[in-house]
């Protein structure tokens, strides 16, 4: 497979048409040749009446490139979707989906907050492994955003008009490595303990501040402990506190603050940018990768309340 498009001028250059971006996402989805989802048979013929599917020469059951991924029963053409996973993914500060409408020239708010929304949710690699080695471990709030005016906020740990993130972040040598964020329901030693078994590995150290949430882990889970007292929390915890101002900045900066309803798909979003802001045009066919491992996803299931860690 050529090398990832490092430009919008590279990018146009090798996709073309529908049928070049056919050809990727085909190699993309098989690496090793067409596979039968039904019967794992390899062999298959590519229909010339139905665009880009295969017909199965043992079980003679029909897959289209789309079936089966983010992009299932999708109307739009696979250069719109292309299009929407290099912007989406590309772009240093993300993209929203008025900016998609207006940038693709799409129809209507709704098909591009839809195609922004299936491609969100394919922003977690369902392979990643857990972080590893010393990792800074804290939580933040941020303000509700509301259609007339932001709630008022309670103090401190207070859930309060405030929606509650739990952030984990490798320390590798002198700067970050990867970041895990997550919406939990309030700070207590379940919900945090919850979130740091899931994202992070066994043998690995949690470096936490005093807050009495954090006490007790798992005995798989090394625990390092640093009382803030007198001194700034970013003092304590760097690394986490730099990333969760980064957040908030880009939340208010690019969707211009968040609600309760999808935060964690957001959360997604930023964590899918920050682990390959070293790489971004190879994040390009990261996103469409984990666009085919994606069950399909319909628009009743992304308007649905997502559940809190």
Excluded at 15 to 31: G, S, V
Excluded at 54 to 77: D, F, I, N, P, W
Excluded at 257 to 282: M, W
Aim: charged share 20%; hydrophobic share 40%; with cysteine.
């Amino acid at each position: 497979m050529s090398d990832h498009p490092s430009s919008l001028i590279a990018f146009q250059r090798r996709f073309p048409d529908d049928a070049a971006c056919a050809r990727y996402l085909a190699e993309l989805r098989w690496p090793e040749g067409f596979v039968c989802p039904a019967c794992a048979q390899r062999s298959a013929w590519q229909l010339r009446t139905k665009p880009w599917t295969y017909e199965c020469r043992g079980c003679r059951r029909q897959t289209s490139l789309k079936a089966g991924s983010v992009m299932h029963g999708s109307k739009l053409s696979l250069s719109l979707w292309f299009w929407a996973a290099y912007l989406m993914a590309t772009h240093s500060n993300g993209i929203s989906a008025l900016q998609l409408q207006r940038q693709l020239g799409l129809g209507s708010y709704k098909t591009a907050w839809l195609l922004c929304a299936k491609l969100r949710a394919a922003m977690v690699d369902p392979k990643r492994n857990p972080l590893t080695g010393l990792v800074e471990v804290d939580e933040t709030t941020i303000h509700y955003r509301h259609r007339q005016a932001a709630a008022a906020g309670g103090f401190g740990r207070s859930p309060k008009g405030k929606l509650l993130i739990a952030g984990a972040c490798e320390i590798k040598g002198e700067g970050p490595g990867r970041l895990r964020l997550a919406h939990v329901a309030d700070a207590s030693a379940a919900s945090l303990q919850g979130f740091i078994v899931a994202a992070l590995a066994p043998d690995s150290t949690a470096m936490t501040d005093g807050w009495q949430g954090y006490a007790s882990l798992p005995n798989i889970i090394a625990h390092r402990p640093e009382v803030v007292g007198t001194r700034k929390a970013h003092e304590v915890l760097p690394w986490i506190h730099r990333v969760f101002s980064n957040f908030k900045t880009w939340a208010l900066g690019v969707y211009h603050g968040l609600r309760d309803k999808h935060l964690q798909a957001y959360l997604d979003e930023f964590v899918f940018r920050f682990n390959r802001r070293r790489s971004r045009p190879a994040a390009f066919r990261s996103l469409l990768l984990f666009a085919t491992r994606r069950h399909p996803i319909t628009y009743n299931m992304l308007i649905q309340p997502e559940p809190r860690g």
